[in-house]
């Protein structure tokens, strides 16, 4: 049995803002066995506030403090190490970073998922700051994601541009990186390997957290593709995350 | 004796819109001894008539025919194939591409320097349709050039955005590419082992040139820097260009 719990969020607790079958009894279950629990997300559109809003509002009983972002694990690092970033992020985040928004002389670029913010001047503007040295940081580096019927573009390919052009490697402040997981543990005050994380994402979520020290369980929901199950061996698998509850917590 | 020579045109022609000293004369005398010439660029933010009016404004007496651009050759390439391009290309080469700019239905995603129209709804679509099959082609995969001072993003960074996005690979039809150089030597009707190809790019110049079977030489003015020889051996290394032409030519 896990000592603390770590779920991601789409794909697992709802799909298409509805919830999944099952999920909000299975985190009711998780919270009244009294697990150490943390909603793991790399979603930089959203605020954390707003994402506790849409999930309760689905009816799941959590609170703001549970949910542990990429924005949050952000936030942490850029004041752990005094930095001033240049923000090139979607301007739902505008207001959860405002205090930090402001910087005379940038000396990091922060990515996160800016939608149409990536253009040209703002990407160079990024470059010209990568080659003087400044730190490339991002929340995720994921492909894509899909919204109400649609791939959208997210993070990952303009790192990927900004990587390439300034010969430079980011660090990423999102699942799958150690850092991110070692963030939600830290809040948890919970050992990587008494931890268990549930996701949909083999990759990101699965291999990820058994990267990081952490048990893998893979539910075959959400963007569960039949076969993933090979990219990540030694993970549990389940149909759902109320069989995972039910199995494994 | 090369039975023919193709010439990159920044760094080896001009620079700072200014030509370097001896190099017009150089290419005078490549001309006066017969040497089939292709001057060959992946210049996408001007049309081979611009480029052909600024080295003319010179004193390089040149034919616009004796250029050969990245987009000439995906022109070529577009048309050999019947493709229905997406075009993400500069403003500047609108006139050039008119007649095939309107696709009602694309098969295919170009991509040239771009400069402002490299935005997230574009890059967005051009991606969409990377997802439905279409091939991403590129006019050079630089990550930078200089103008007027600054560092400016290319089409590289953009090319593998797209490539991340999509899990594609991209066709680049500019130097460095062995296409790109065939269809020069193709135009001049000469094998690739009797060409020789001076350029100050150590990569996408020489080495290039030589992994597509011509004899490579690296002057050493425009972005050469101290020890980029050491990045193609075997090839040829000259001062300028006046020395090229003098002692290998």
Redesign the interface.
């Known amino acids: 049995m896990p000592q603390a719990v770590l779920l991601d969020i789409s794909g697992v607790l709802y799909q298409d803002a509805l919830p999944l079958p099952g999920s909000v009894a299975a985190v009711e279950a998780l919270q009244s066995k009294g697990h150490p629990l943390r909603l793991v997300t790399n979603t930089s559109r959203l605020t954390a506030v707003e994402i506790h809003r849409q999930l309760t509002g689905m009816g799941y009983a959590i609170t703001p403090e549970q949910i542990y972002s990429a924005p949050k694990a952000m936030r942490s690092y850029v004041q752990a190490q005094g930095l001033r970033p240049y923000w090139l992020i979607h301007r739902n985040l505008q207001e959860e970073f405002a205090d930090l928004l402001e910087q005379a002389e940038p000396n990091a670029v922060v990515l996160g998922d800016a939608?149409?913010?990536?253009?040209?001047?703002h990407?160079?503007r990024a470059?010209?700051l990568l080659?003087a040295g400044a730190p490339l940081l991002a929340m995720g580096d994921n492909?894509?994601f899909h919204s109400r019927g649609a791939?959208?573009?997210d993070a990952?390919?303009?790192v990927?541009?900004?990587?390439?052009?300034?010969?430079v490697q980011a660090l990423i402040l999102g699942k799958p990186s150690k850092e991110f997981f070692a963030g939600a543990l830290e809040e948890l005050g919970v050992a990587a390997s008494d931890a268990l994380m549930i996701g949909d994402d083999v990759e990101s979520d699965v291999f990820g957290a058994q990267q990081a020290g952490l048990l893998g369980c893979l539910v075959q929901t959400g963007k569960y593709r039949s076969g993933d199950e090979g990219k990540a061996p030694g993970a549990l698998l389940a149909k759902d995350l109320a069989e995972a509850v039910q199995r494994f917590c």
């Open positions: 939608e149409e913010r990536f253009d040209y001047a990407l160079e470059f010209h080659l492909r894509y791939l959208r573009l990952g390919p303009f990927r541009a900004l990587e390439y052009a300034a010969g």
